[in-house]
């Protein structure tokens, strides 16, 4: 009997060891941390691809969707305003000041904004519609075609450009006007981009020396087509715009600012 409780008292004296030396390690009433439970939620962002690598096949895009809406008679709202104007002119040229910044399309009551229906284009003056593009790799330094979500944007940098009008003298030579915008060589408040013929179709008139010259340079056209059909969803078309006017002995003055063109809510 004496055995037994000798060696169950050893027993105990173990057990109450080793609980000691657990207790040690873990140190006496400490509260052992747990790590708490997260959920991980993966979120996918749609990924952005390169479409088109080369720029004629980018081109060969952006012109067959502008060309496609100009043969369907799309319908579309469309924006086009002028900002960060600068305008400096002799005193001879003040009664100019309002005409040149509505040919500019300077200030709010200037902007120009037009919706078109479906079919409704004016067969003999389309003058509020689009243009078929006549864009090519000469006409551009830069052209990028992504996809994403079932859309390609196509983003084209467009060479300078620049033209001049006189008595005697007139020329053309801007690229961005074979984008599909609205262009002409009269006095239109409807063209897109004002040529120098353009403003001196009015300034002429009062002043036949005046010389006018115009550059148009930093022109990027965005377009947003959709993958699957290649119709136009959305065109952007901005660019600087500078005029120089010259009538002798009477003065002279210049006028730059920003114009931007918005295509949008295209019917097909």
């Known amino acids: 009997m004496d055995n037994f409780i000798k060696g169950f008292s050893a027993f105990i004296l ?46 060969a895009l952006y012109n067959s969707s502008v060309n496609d809406a100009y043969a369907n008679k799309v319908g579309f709202s469309k924006e086009r305003y002028t900002d960060n104007e600068v305008i400096n002119i002799s005193a001879a040229l003040v009664a100019f000041k309002d005409l040149i910044g509505q040919f500019m399309g300077i200030g709010e009551e200037n902007k120009y904004i037009m919706n078109v229906s479906k079919g409704e284009w004016e067969e003999d003056i389309p003058h509020h519609y689009l243009r078929k593009s006549t864009l090519t790799a000469d006409d551009i330094t830069r052209a990028v075609c992504t996809e994403s979500n079932g859309q390609k944007t196509i983003i084209l940098t467009v060479k300078s450009g620049s033209s001049k009008a006189s008595k005697t003298e007139e020329y053309n030579n801007s690229p961005v006007d074979k984008c599909g915008i ?8 409807y063209f897109d981009h004002k040529t120098a013929p353009v403003v001196y179709s ?3 008139t009062v002043f036949s020396n005046v010389v006018v010259e115009e550059q148009n340079s930093n022109a990027v056209i965005k377009a947003v087509v959709d993958s699957e059909t290649g119709n136009l969803i959305r065109l952007d078309v901005d660019f600087d715009v500078a005029y120089q006017i010259d009538i002798g002995a009477a003065g002279s003055g210049d006028a730059k600012g920003t114009t931007h063109i918005i295509y949008k809510d295209f019917e097909y």
């Open 14 to 59: 173990a057990i109450v060891v080793a609980i000691n030396a657990f207790g040690n390690f873990i140190g006496v009433g400490d509260i052992i941390p747990t790590e708490p439970e997260t959920t991980v939620i993966e979120t996918t962002l749609p990924e952005e691809t390169t479409a088109y690598e080369t720029s004629e096949e980018i081109l």
């Open 182 to 189: 609205c262009v002409g060589n009269e006095n239109k408040s």
């Open 202 to 204: 009015a300034i002429g």
